[in-house]
Antibody
Framework: EVQVLESGGGLVQPGGSLRLSCAAS????????MNWVRQAPGKGLEWVSL????????KYADSVKGRFTISRDNSKNMVYLQMNSLRVDDTAMYYC???????????????WGQGTLVTVSS | DIQMTQSPSSLSASVGDRVTITCRAS??????LNWYQQRPGKAPNLLIY???SLQNGVPSRFSGSGSGTDFTLNISGLQPDDFATYYC?????????FGQGTKLEIK
Protein backbone atom coordinates (compact mmCIF):
# COMPACT_ATOMS: atom_id res chain seq x y z
CA GLU A 1 0.00 0.00 0.00
CA VAL A 2 1.36 3.40 -1.00
CA GLN A 3 1.80 5.74 1.95
CA VAL A 4 3.02 9.31 2.08
CA LEU A 5 3.44 11.11 5.41
CA GLU A 6 4.48 14.73 5.88
CA SER A 7 5.96 16.32 8.99
CA GLY A 8 7.76 19.46 10.07
CA GLY A 9 5.06 22.11 9.84
CA GLY A 10 4.48 24.72 12.50
CA LEU A 11 4.40 28.41 13.37
CA VAL A 12 7.26 30.56 12.14
CA GLN A 13 7.85 34.29 11.98
CA PRO A 14 8.12 36.15 8.67
CA GLY A 15 11.65 35.88 7.35
CA GLY A 16 12.19 32.59 9.16
CA SER A 17 12.96 29.09 7.91
CA LEU A 18 11.38 25.68 8.16
CA ARG A 19 12.16 22.24 6.72
CA LEU A 20 9.35 19.90 5.78
CA SER A 21 9.88 16.15 5.49
CA CYS A 22 7.93 13.51 3.60
CA ALA A 23 8.29 9.77 4.26
CA ALA A 24 7.13 7.47 1.47
CA SER A 25 6.56 3.72 1.39
CA UNK A 26 4.81 1.00 -0.57
CA UNK A 27 6.41 1.67 -3.98
CA UNK A 28 9.92 1.69 -5.57
CA UNK A 29 10.74 5.21 -4.41
CA UNK A 30 13.67 5.90 -6.77
CA UNK A 31 11.40 5.23 -9.77
CA UNK A 32 9.04 8.12 -9.14
CA UNK A 33 9.20 11.89 -9.05
CA MET A 34 7.79 13.61 -5.97
CA ASN A 35 6.06 16.95 -5.45
CA TRP A 36 5.05 19.52 -2.88
CA VAL A 37 1.65 21.15 -3.38
CA ARG A 38 0.15 23.73 -1.04
CA GLN A 39 -3.30 25.00 -0.17
CA ALA A 40 -3.82 28.29 1.63
CA PRO A 41 -6.74 28.31 4.11
CA GLY A 42 -10.03 28.21 2.20
CA LYS A 43 -8.24 28.41 -1.16
CA GLY A 44 -7.38 26.13 -4.06
CA LEU A 45 -4.36 23.97 -4.87
CA GLU A 46 -1.00 25.41 -5.90
CA TRP A 47 1.89 23.26 -7.09
CA VAL A 48 5.13 24.30 -5.36
CA SER A 49 7.99 22.04 -6.43
CA LEU A 50 8.92 18.73 -8.09
CA UNK A 51 11.99 16.50 -7.96
CA UNK A 52 12.76 13.65 -10.34
CA UNK A 53 13.36 10.11 -9.14
CA UNK A 54 17.14 10.44 -9.27
CA UNK A 55 17.04 13.88 -7.74
CA UNK A 56 18.88 15.37 -10.71
CA UNK A 57 15.90 17.33 -11.98
CA UNK A 58 14.01 19.92 -9.95
CA LYS A 59 11.35 22.51 -10.72
CA TYR A 60 9.81 25.34 -8.73
CA ALA A 61 6.82 27.63 -8.90
CA ASP A 62 7.85 31.25 -9.53
CA SER A 63 6.32 32.20 -6.17
CA VAL A 64 8.95 30.15 -4.27
CA LYS A 65 11.93 30.12 -6.63
CA GLY A 66 15.10 31.22 -4.87
CA ARG A 67 13.55 30.72 -1.41
CA PHE A 68 12.57 27.03 -1.32
CA THR A 69 14.76 24.00 -2.09
CA ILE A 70 13.47 20.48 -2.71
CA SER A 71 15.69 17.45 -2.14
CA ARG A 72 15.39 13.71 -1.63
CA ASP A 73 17.29 10.88 0.02
CA ASN A 74 16.58 7.70 -1.91
CA SER A 75 18.35 5.57 0.73
CA LYS A 76 15.73 6.66 3.27
CA ASN A 77 12.68 7.10 0.98
CA MET A 78 12.44 10.73 2.06
CA VAL A 79 11.68 14.04 0.36
CA TYR A 80 12.40 17.42 1.91
CA LEU A 81 11.38 21.01 1.35
CA GLN A 82 13.69 23.63 2.82
CA MET A 83 11.77 26.88 3.09
CA ASN A 84 13.69 30.12 3.71
CA SER A 85 12.66 33.78 3.82
CA LEU A 86 9.13 32.76 4.65
CA ARG A 87 6.33 35.23 4.03
CA VAL A 88 2.83 35.54 5.44
CA ASP A 89 1.42 34.40 2.09
CA ASP A 90 3.32 31.09 2.39
CA THR A 91 0.82 30.12 5.09
CA ALA A 92 -0.83 26.92 3.86
CA MET A 93 -1.28 23.21 4.23
CA TYR A 94 1.64 21.59 2.44
CA TYR A 95 1.00 18.25 0.77
CA CYS A 96 3.62 15.79 -0.43
CA UNK A 97 2.43 13.96 -3.55
CA UNK A 98 3.85 11.15 -5.66
CA UNK A 99 4.05 11.61 -9.42
CA UNK A 100 2.95 8.79 -11.71
CA UNK A 101 6.33 8.54 -13.45
CA UNK A 102 10.05 9.28 -12.97
CA UNK A 103 11.15 12.42 -14.76
CA UNK A 104 10.88 16.10 -13.92
CA UNK A 105 8.08 16.31 -16.51
CA UNK A 106 5.71 14.02 -14.62
CA UNK A 107 2.91 16.27 -13.44
CA UNK A 108 0.10 13.84 -12.56
CA UNK A 109 -0.03 13.24 -8.80
CA UNK A 110 -1.49 9.86 -7.98
CA UNK A 111 -0.95 9.61 -4.21
CA TRP A 112 -1.03 12.38 -1.62
CA GLY A 113 -0.19 12.63 2.05
CA GLN A 114 -2.50 14.20 4.59
CA GLY A 115 -0.49 17.42 4.74
CA THR A 116 1.41 19.49 7.28
CA LEU A 117 0.33 23.00 8.22
CA VAL A 118 2.74 25.91 7.93
CA THR A 119 1.71 29.19 9.55
CA VAL A 120 3.82 32.29 8.96
CA SER A 121 2.89 35.00 11.42
CA SER A 122 4.43 37.45 13.85
CA ASP B 1 1.34 29.74 -17.43
CA ILE B 2 -1.76 27.84 -18.55
CA GLN B 3 -4.91 29.07 -16.81
CA MET B 4 -7.59 26.52 -15.89
CA THR B 5 -11.15 27.76 -15.41
CA GLN B 6 -13.85 25.58 -13.91
CA SER B 7 -17.60 26.08 -13.97
CA PRO B 8 -19.66 26.28 -11.98
CA SER B 9 -17.77 27.33 -8.83
CA SER B 10 -20.45 25.67 -6.74
CA LEU B 11 -23.28 23.30 -7.40
CA SER B 12 -26.18 21.91 -5.37
CA ALA B 13 -27.54 18.47 -6.13
CA SER B 14 -29.35 15.57 -4.53
CA VAL B 15 -28.35 11.97 -3.91
CA GLY B 16 -29.00 10.04 -7.11
CA ASP B 17 -28.61 13.04 -9.44
CA ARG B 18 -26.22 13.29 -12.38
CA VAL B 19 -23.95 16.33 -12.45
CA THR B 20 -21.47 17.81 -14.92
CA ILE B 21 -18.48 20.01 -14.13
CA THR B 22 -16.57 21.72 -16.91
CA CYS B 23 -12.97 22.83 -17.15
CA ARG B 24 -11.45 25.07 -19.81
CA ALA B 25 -7.75 25.57 -20.48
CA SER B 26 -6.34 28.88 -21.73
CA UNK B 27 -4.47 27.00 -24.49
CA UNK B 28 -4.62 23.58 -26.00
CA UNK B 29 -3.37 20.80 -23.72
CA UNK B 30 -4.27 17.70 -25.72
CA UNK B 31 -5.66 15.19 -23.24
CA UNK B 32 -3.28 16.14 -20.42
CA LEU B 33 -6.09 16.82 -17.99
CA ASN B 34 -6.68 15.27 -14.58
CA TRP B 35 -9.53 15.48 -12.08
CA TYR B 36 -9.14 15.33 -8.29
CA GLN B 37 -11.68 15.07 -5.48
CA GLN B 38 -11.05 16.71 -2.12
CA ARG B 39 -13.33 16.00 0.81
CA PRO B 40 -13.37 18.53 3.68
CA GLY B 41 -10.24 18.31 5.81
CA LYS B 42 -8.72 15.62 3.59
CA ALA B 43 -6.04 15.41 0.92
CA PRO B 44 -6.92 15.50 -2.78
CA ASN B 45 -7.53 12.16 -4.45
CA LEU B 46 -6.88 11.45 -8.14
CA LEU B 47 -10.08 10.40 -9.89
CA ILE B 48 -9.37 10.63 -13.62
CA TYR B 49 -6.15 11.06 -15.58
CA UNK B 50 -5.50 11.88 -19.23
CA UNK B 51 -9.01 13.28 -19.51
CA UNK B 52 -10.94 10.00 -19.47
CA SER B 53 -8.98 7.21 -17.72
CA LEU B 54 -10.39 6.10 -14.38
CA GLN B 55 -7.83 5.78 -11.57
CA ASN B 56 -7.72 2.37 -9.87
CA GLY B 57 -10.40 2.01 -7.22
CA VAL B 58 -12.52 4.94 -8.40
CA PRO B 59 -16.21 4.04 -8.92
CA SER B 60 -17.44 3.85 -12.52
CA ARG B 61 -20.09 6.51 -11.85
CA PHE B 62 -17.24 9.00 -12.43
CA SER B 63 -16.33 9.69 -16.05
CA GLY B 64 -14.36 12.28 -17.94
CA SER B 65 -14.19 13.51 -21.49
CA GLY B 66 -12.76 16.20 -23.70
CA SER B 67 -9.57 17.23 -25.45
CA GLY B 68 -7.82 20.38 -26.56
CA THR B 69 -9.20 23.11 -24.32
CA ASP B 70 -12.60 21.87 -23.10
CA PHE B 71 -13.18 19.05 -20.64
CA THR B 72 -15.98 17.66 -18.52
CA LEU B 73 -16.32 15.54 -15.40
CA ASN B 74 -19.57 13.65 -15.06
CA ILE B 75 -20.84 11.99 -11.91
CA SER B 76 -23.91 9.82 -12.27
CA GLY B 77 -26.03 8.52 -9.39
CA LEU B 78 -24.55 10.85 -6.76
CA GLN B 79 -23.68 9.19 -3.46
CA PRO B 80 -23.30 10.95 -0.08
CA ASP B 81 -19.49 10.52 -0.26
CA ASP B 82 -19.38 12.46 -3.55
CA PHE B 83 -20.22 15.80 -1.94
CA ALA B 84 -16.80 17.39 -2.04
CA THR B 85 -14.72 19.88 -4.01
CA TYR B 86 -13.44 18.88 -7.44
CA TYR B 87 -10.35 20.28 -9.15
CA CYS B 88 -9.11 19.93 -12.69
CA UNK B 89 -5.36 20.08 -13.35
CA UNK B 90 -3.39 20.38 -16.56
CA UNK B 91 -0.37 18.07 -16.76
CA UNK B 92 0.75 19.36 -20.18
CA UNK B 93 3.47 21.77 -19.11
CA UNK B 94 5.23 23.27 -16.13
CA UNK B 95 4.04 24.80 -13.95
CA UNK B 96 1.16 22.39 -13.75
CA UNK B 97 -1.90 24.35 -12.74
CA PHE B 98 -5.25 23.65 -11.13
CA GLY B 99 -8.69 25.08 -11.66
CA GLN B 100 -10.19 27.10 -8.83
CA GLY B 101 -12.38 24.19 -7.75
CA THR B 102 -16.07 23.28 -7.89
CA LYS B 103 -17.80 22.69 -4.57
CA LEU B 104 -20.55 20.11 -4.84
CA GLU B 105 -23.08 20.49 -2.05
CA ILE B 106 -26.14 18.57 -0.98
CA LYS B 107 -29.42 20.21 -1.96
Amino acid sequence: EVQVLESGGGLVQPGGSLRLSCAASGFPFVNYAMNWVRQAPGKGLEWVSLISGSGAGTKYADSVKGRFTISRDNSKNMVYLQMNSLRVDDTAMYYCAKSDCNSDSCYTKDYWGQGTLVTVSS
Amino acid sequence: DIQMTQSPSSLSASVGDRVTITCRASQTIGNYLNWYQQRPGKAPNLLIYTASSLQNGVPSRFSGSGSGTDFTLNISGLQPDDFATYYCQQSYSSPDTFGQGTKLEIK
